[in-house]
């Protein structure tokens, strides 16, 4: 996981204390950043996934 390039693209889209699944599959195609990332990421910094659509996300 590029923890430095999902903290920098977290802070440019606005994402602070959670985000919604829908707008964390767009990042992840944005940005070419694997979804299972974003998920280690939100978990690890105490980030809120909101609306899982496939359970992609924990």
Request: glycine fraction near 6%; charged fraction near 30%; aromatic fraction near 8%.
């Amino acid at each position: 996981m590029d923890e430095p390039l999902i903290e920098e693209v977290f802070k440019k889209e606005g994402i602070e204390k959670e985000i919604t699944c829908p707008r964390a599959f767009q990042i992840s195609d944005k940005y070419h950043i694997p979804k299972m990332d974003i998920s280690a990421y939100c978990n690890a910094h105490s980030i809120k996934i909101r609306g899982c659509q496939l359970g992609c996300f924990k």
